[in-house]
């Protein structure tokens, strides 16, 4: 278990200056965490060079972004991207004309889920299959970043590759009984997670959130030799979580969504992170606090810990800070709703009993409870309800502080990190608000 490190002073200023480059290894999709690190680039004067996990054509073929496709993700990305696909995970890959996993899963039925097997060997071949052609093609973009990138420049390769669900539509209506489900519908998610398609799940998200980590660190090699040699510096992250320290009845106190599974990937990654550090090679895990996107949507719930940053920003950065954020999301409660009765709401989830006996750092990630879903959805449901327009969130107003906030922290960082892996929780993302740095985060 990896040990608790938040991060609790602001960084120094990193050195990264206008001719280095940030490197992003994972395509930009929507509005996340990694747009926060991109724009802090480029604030500062950085290069932002992106990748692509390419594109599958109606046969199952991965290719290259087409012209137009090209031209839309790097208008996205605002920075070149090296048109090699790096899909990862393994659910696509035939080998000797054996049918892929994804192939193999067309005709499940959900319910079948603990019963459901697969050609003796092909998901061992698939797996071998899948890395070898990422590390190939991973070795194709080292390839060209050795011509675009000049060998005095400092890098920061960002990864930014997470989940793994298999692509088959047996899971979709698991998943949502396991993060959605209540009475007949619930599903516990141990029982998933020990099941036959749980397993593979567990494979998958190895594959794609961690191992994709170890592989990028190894096929660039030649990249981080040829700069560290000419006194540049070379450095790795990733994005991690494992629990966020939030404001809970007035004191910072780790909490975690529950169930997350994805959650044994995060800590190999944690894990590969540290095994790079000692090797001499500097690679971070920044376990990032949760926010809410369209790929978590699925996870309803995890918003829910969002809502006492305010309470963080107020105490943290002020009452200058605060108020005009306070303002923002009090227009977007229901008349009669007050921005107070939603922090007593978090804030009485989030402290309840039935948590106290579930979440625990060393025993972490915790699976469901068919009384901790059904209080999490209730609660969300509850808090949900407050709003005047259910497009327009107070959760996505701090999900937007969030990615902005630990893209400024994790570029700093990484300069020269204290450790492999590194929390960033509300009070220093509230503290960075406080500070110059922090201008225009809010």
């Known amino acids: ?90 659910d696509m890959e035939s080998v000797n004309g054996i049918p892929s996993v994804a192939e193999q899963l067309k005709k499940a039925r959900p319910d079948d889920f603990a019963s459901i097997s697969f050609i003796e060997g092909s998901v061992e071949q698939a797996q071998a299959a899948g890395k070898a052609r990422f590390c190939s093609n991973i070795a194709g973009v080292e390839a060209e970043l050795l011509k675009r990138i000049p060998a005095n420049a400092n890098i920061l390769l960002a990864h930014s590759m997470a989940g793994g669900i298999p692509r088959a539509r047996v899971f979709m209506p698991l998943l949502n009984r396991i993060f959605k489900g209540t009475g007949d519908k619930y599903l516990a998610s141990e029982v998933f997670w020990n099941s036959p398609l749980g397993q593979l799940c567990d494979a998958s998200f190895n594959e794609v959130t961690a191992d994709t980590f170890r592989y990028l660190i190894e096929c660039t090699a030649t990249l981080r030799k040829r700069n560290t040699e000419s006194g540049a510096r070379v450095r790795y992250s990733a994005y991690g979580y494992h629990g966020t ?39 971070t895990v920044y376990n990032c606090p949760e926010i809410q996107t369209n790929s978590s949507a699925l996870f309803l719930g995890v918003e829910i810990s969002l809502y006492p940053l305010l309470s963080a920003i107020r105490r943290e950065a002020g009452e200058q800070v605060a108020a005009p954020l306070e303002a923002r999301c009090q227009a977007m409660l229901k008349e009669g709703e007050t921005v107070a009765t939603l922090l007593e709401r978090a804030d009485r989830y989030l402290s309840s009993p039935i948590l ?62 204290s450790s492999a892996t590194v929390w960033l929780n509300h009070d220093i993302i509230s503290r960075l608000l406080a500070d110059q740095r922090g201008t225009g985060i809010i």
């Open 1 to 90: 278990m990896t040990e608790y490190k938040p991060l609790q002073q602001l960084p120094d200023r990193a050195g990264y200056k206008t001719g280095d480059v940030l490197v992003l290894i994972g395509e930009l999709f929507g509005r996340g965490y990694a747009n926060g690190l991109v724009d802090e680039a480029r604030r500062i004067g950085m290069t932002v060079i992106g990748t692509t996990v390419g594109r599958r054509d109606s046969d199952g073929t991965l290719r290259p972004l087409s012209s137009d496709e090209l031209t839309d993700a790097e208008a996205l990305l605002g920075g070149s991207i090296i048109n090699i696909p790096l899909e990862a995970g393994f």
């Open 245 to 283: 320290g939030i404001l809970v009845n007035g004191e910072y106190r780790w909490q975690s969504y529950t169930p997350y599974v994805q959650g044994f990937a995060k800590m190999r990654l944690e894990d590969i992170a540290a095994e790079a550090t000692t090797g001499g090679i500097c690679a």
């Open 356 to 417: 106290d006996r579930i979440v625990d750092y060393p025993t972490w990630p915790q699976h469901n409870t068919r009384e901790q879903a059904e209080l999490m959805l209730a609660s969300s449901a509850e808090l949900m309800e407050m709003h005047r327009d259910q497009k327009q969130l107070v959760c996505a107003e701090l999900s937007r502080i969030v990615f902005l906030a630990t893209g400024r922290l994790m570029l700093h960082n990484s300069w020269a990190p």
